[in-house]
Nanobody
């Protein structure tokens, strides 16, 4: 059974940082591409970032230069380092692989 469990969300002031983690199980993590997406209140799901099994990384324009995706194949975990956070980054953040999604973790950026 594929499981994706996000953690690391919380409340942070504008300009602050958070690191999200996604622990994966039930599939061959090292050979799988992983993604992060988010859904802001009242809006649709937005793709944020992706990392392939070869380590290539991709970002949405809205987070380019502020967010960094990484993976640790030994721990079956993908991370999203978020710096210079803005109020518009407030959303539930999900990790995903293929058609599988985690339950999400809330990120709130507010003073």
């Amino acid at each position: 059974e594929v499981q994706l469990v996000e953690s690391g969300g919380g409340l942070v002031q504008p300009g602050g940082s958070l690191r999200l983690s996604c622990a994966a199980s039930g599939f061959t993590f090292s050979s799988s591409s992983m993604s992060w997406g988010r859904q802001a209140p009242g809006k649709g799901l937005e793709w944020v970032s992706g990392i392939y099994s070869n380590g290539n990384k991709y970002y949405a324009e809205s987070v380019q230069g502020r967010f960094t995706i990484s993976r640790d194949n030994a721990k079956n975990t993908v991370y999203l380092q978020m710096n210079s956070l803005k109020p518009e980054d407030t959303a539930i953040y999900y990790c995903a692989t293929d058609e599988y999604w985690g339950q999400g973790t809330q990120v709130t950026v507010s003073s």
